[in-house]
């Protein structure tokens, strides 16, 4: 039973550029969730995509996107990327949107801005 | 505003002992609290959960004790071992899942 994937695992860009990175669910689930980890600090909300629409959304800038395909996989999209960006990027699925069920997460994806 | 923090962001235990890690919440709204360890280079990786409803909740190795009317929650590691060494995560949840800035865990032989 495959858990969460992502890819790519590393990534490098540079200022001004565009980024997509992908999650598939683990089997089962239905609801993903995108999270900003910086070095030393817990996972930020980015927001959570539940029946393809994006339902929930953090204190992220519109440059942050995303999208969810009917087999209930999902991209994360980051436009004009800045230095900030930098980080680690986690993606979690659950079983129904408003559930108390936990997530369960990929191991990220790591994105260093240039 | 929410928030969700933990009380030491350091905590180092010789193997064989019981570890409490502890967080403090602030949302009285939130109903759902989880653990998370999360080992060098991977994803968070669930521990254990509780409902608002409990105050106690036990699994493997592992206690869950939560206390609505101080907000604050515990995880208890009994015979500590060194697989446990990692950072340890608590989040709350209302609508959205919340993380603290998570506890280092050292487990030393």
């Known amino acids: 039973d495959a858990g969460v994937t992502q890819s790519p695992t590393h990534l490098i860009k540079t200022r001004g550029q565009q980024v997509t990175l992908r999650c598939s669910p683990k089997?089962?689930?239905?609801?993903v969730s995108w999270y900003q980890q910086a070095l030393g600090q817990g996972p930020q909300f980015i927001f959570q995509?539940?029946?393809?629409?994006e339902r929930q959304r953090g204190n992220f800038p519109d440059r942050f996107s995303g999208h969810q395909f009917p087999n209930y996989s999902s991209e994360l999209n980051v436009n004009a990327l800045l230095l900030g960006d930098s980080a680690l990027y986690l993606c979690?699925?659950?079983w129904g949107q408003g559930a108390r069920q936990p997530q369960h997460f990929g191991d990220g994806t790591r994105l260093s801005i240039l | 505003g929410e928030s969700v923090g933990l009380h030491l962001p350091t905590l180092s235990v010789q193997e064989g002992d019981n570890s409490i890690i502890n967080c403090a919440y602030s949302?009285?709204?939130?109903?759902?609290f989880i653990w998370y360890k999360q080992e060098s280079g991977k994803g968070p990786q669930f521990i254990i959960d509780?409902?608002?409803?409990?105050d106690k909740r036990q699994g493997q190795r592992v206690t869950v004790l939560l206390n609505k009317t101080v907000k604050h929650l515990s995880l208890q590691i009994a015979a500590t071992q060194p697989g446990d060494s990692a950072v340890y995560f608590c989040?709350?949840?209302?609508?959205?899942?919340?993380f603290g800035k998570g506890t280092k865990l050292t487990v030393n032989p």
């Open positions: 949302n009285s709204a939130s109903d759902y």
């Open positions: 089997s089962g689930h239905d609801t």
């Open positions: 995509y539940y029946e393809e629409e």
């Open positions: 989040a709350e949840k209302s609508e959205k899942l919340v």
């Open positions: 509780i409902r608002s409803n409990m």
């Open positions: 979690a699925s659950s």
